[in-house]
């Protein structure tokens, strides 16, 4: 019956699935692959070429988005690469020549074909710009000019040789580029040494320099919106005067690793680009309260903001986070001075948060207090990374489990106070007994610290009778309360969870993971240095979750051949597996992964004492799809 319906329909159903899911769906019938050949689904679609033999691509797809990292410039090479782009150039919009080894001639003929093309990255492609002859004659500028009048996003990041001249060259094919990626480009500051007073800026073929750059940015005017400077040794005299450029209202800018960047060129910036919506400064390690202020206060259109190794970041700053009502993403990892008081402030303070990304990976003080607030003001929520934050315990992943029903992505990986009780949602959350224990506390954390020794009267008190209440529970009371219980809160309450990481959660064991990872859509599972994990537990988990495409089980010192067995062949989409340092498994592992993981792409055995190399030798000849193994001391059993 499936196969009857009308093409249109079938791709319509189509574009509801994930990209996995249409490949899957696409293998049902000759009909169903028709269907998925529609352009409409191929738009967010990657195909990869690791060599310049694209003419052994399907005809019939019409490609939206190509990477082709490698070029092969002889002529016959060039030719068949000239018929694949003639049938392409009507389809592809995105095109990454990422690392290749391109030359300018090669480079003209493929792109004065791509008439529709958006998106060009061009990142570490230092043979096109090392001769300083790319788009030396009018006629390839003109050709190149018709054919890329479309391009929006230019990446030329890590072009070692890129200078004022190749660049002003390439940039005047591309006359609507919006958004630019210079990161990691060798470009010079102090551009007074190569234009004194009075000269003609932009006619240098030695270097880039800024003020080249800062020319370009006047042109484009407001068509620009988005800049990215990311390592380079920009600073606030440059900041300032990229602010004070006529007519530009950058919408993102990406300043990762500008160590020469402090408050005063951060807070310049702000107060004159005010409608930025996105913005990253990520180790920009020299900020201070006083530049994160100034972003909050001033940038109120903000929609996401990373500051993630912003060490001097501290709650006086991130309490003003509360006037960024727009806010989407954020990224405050390994920002080691927020405590749960001020975050409460900043993001739970009582406004509707749009947030649906917030990573706060290694933010190491923040306490339950924080994660219970955050799920009661933040619901809607998709990704959250809370690893390493060791002192979350039960009651965060109870709060998670039953408020954050929308959420795609978690993290707790290094959260060693996770137990099984917390998995199952075993114990009932009393946010308002937890809220009263700790208000009172410093930052978020109990009242029963030095700070308050001028109370030590009230720490200790008579026994209230209790006490049996947090006694340590055995498997078998665990085994009995899931029986038995009523409605519980367990993490397979996210029901749409995609990628889940309990990375080094040490307390968890058979019985909480095989009754908690229970998702029919999850894509990806870290489960490294769970020691309490067995094959029963990997059996169940390969039972209940059949669309597992990435599984992660390094230093899992239980697991056996059948696991193994068991994930590979209830598993059939797993395309990335990692067992490294899983000393039971043998030879019969290779075996299972030989034949039933047609699709594994990445595989990683090392330090694996039962594997022989010759065996993982012969896997990987025999595998043709396989593109990654990691083997290193593979059969050893000596010291790692």
């Known amino acids: ?105 090669t480079f003209v003929k493929l792109l004065s074909l791509c008439k529709n093309l958006t998106v060009l990255d061009l990142t570490s492609c230092n043979s096109l710009f090392m001769s300083g002859n790319l788009l030396d004659r009018k006629s390839d500028v003109q050709s190149l000019k018709e054919s890329l009048q479309h391009v929006k996003k230019l990446n030329l990041a890590s072009v070692r040789f890129l200078s004022d001249v190749s660049f002003n060259r390439i940039l005047s094919v591309c006359p609507n580029v919006e958004e630019l990626s210079l990161a990691h480009a060798q470009i010079t500051f102090n551009s007074s040494t190569y234009y004194p007073q009075g000269s003609k800026v932009g006619t240098n073929s030695a270097v880039l320099t800024f003020h080249n750059v800062l020319d370009f940015v006047d042109r484009q005017g407001p068509k620009l919106k988005s800049l990215n400077l990311s390592r380079t040794t920009i600073a606030n005299c440059h900041l300032s005067e990229l602010a004070r450029c006529q007519n530009i209202a950058l919408e993102e800018l990406i300043l990762v690793g500008c160590r020469e960047i402090t408050d005063s060129g951060l807070g310049q910036f702000c107060r004159q680009q005010k409608s930025l919506q996105r913005l990253d400064i990520s180790s920009c390690t020299d900020i201070t309260d006083s530049g994160i202020a100034a972003v909050a206060t001033n940038l109120t259109q903000l929609r996401s903001f990373k500051a993630n190794k912003c060490r001097q970041m501290t709650d006086n700053s991130v309490k003003l986070f509360k006037y960024m009502s727009l806010l989407e993403s954020l990224d405050l990892s390994e920002c080691y001075e927020l405590f749960s008081q001020g975050m409460i402030q900043g993001l739970c303070s009582g406004i509707q948060s749009k947030l649906t990304h917030l990573n706060l990976s290694c933010c190491t003080a923040l306490t339950d207090y924080f994660v219970v607030e955050l799920t009661k003001t933040v619901p809607s929520l998709v990704h959250l990374d809370l690893g390493s934050l060791f002192n979350i315990t039960d009651i965060s992943v109870h709060a998670v489990s039953k408020r954050l029903k929308h959420l795609r992505y978690l993290r707790l990986a290094w959260c060693k106070e996770l137990s099984d009780k917390g998995l199952l949602g075993l114990e009932e959350l009393d946010d308002s007994k937890y809220e009263t224990h700790v208000l009172d506390g410093h930052n978020g954390q109990c009242r029963c610290t030095r700070r308050h020794s001028e109370q030590g009267s009230n720490i200790f008190k008579k026994p209230s009778g209790s006490g049996g209440k947090d006694k340590k529970m055995s498997i078998g009371d665990l085994e009995a309360m899931v029986k038995n219980g009523g409605e519980l809160y367990s993490l397979s309450n996210l ?34 240095m769970v020691h309490g994990m067995t094959n029963e537990s990997l059996v169940a988990i390969a039972r209940n979750n059949p669309s597992l495409e990435e599984v992660h089980l390094n230093q899992c010192i239980n697991i056996t051949d059948a696991a193994v067995e068991a994930l590979t062949s209830k598993c059939p989409r797993l395309a990335h597996l990692d067992v490294s340092s899983c000393d039971r498994l043998t030879n019969h592992t290779l075996y299972y992964v030989e034949t039933n993981c047609h699709r594994l792409r990445h595989l990683d055995v090392s330090y694996c004492s039962g594997l022989t190399p010759e065996a993982v030798d012969k896997l990987e000849g025999s595998m043709k799809g396989l593109h990654t193994v990691h083997k290193r001391l593979v059969g050893s059993t000596g010291t790692r």
């Open 1 to 105: 019956m499936a196969s009857k319906l009308p093409t249109e329909v079938i791709s319509h159903l189509m574009s509801f699935l994930s990209v996995s899911d249409r490949k899957e769906a696409a293998l049902v019938n000759t009909a169903w692959y028709e269907a998925s050949m529609d352009p409409a689904l191929q738009r967010d679609m990657v195909v990869n070429f690791s060599d310049s033999n694209v003419t052994n691509c399907h005809t019939r797809r019409k490609l939206t988005h190509l990477l082709l990292n490698h070029i092969d410039n002889s002529t016959s090479s060039v030719n068949e690469m000239v018929k694949f782009f003639e049938y392409m150039s009507e389809s592809l919009i995105n095109l990454s020549l990422k690392g290749s080894n391109i030359t300018e001639g």
């Open 495 to 528: 029901s749409g969870l995609r990628t889940l990481d309990l990375t080094s959660c040490s307390k968890f064991t058979d019985l909480g993971l095989k009754e908690a990872i229970k998702f029919k859509e999850l894509k990806s599972l870290s489960l490294g």
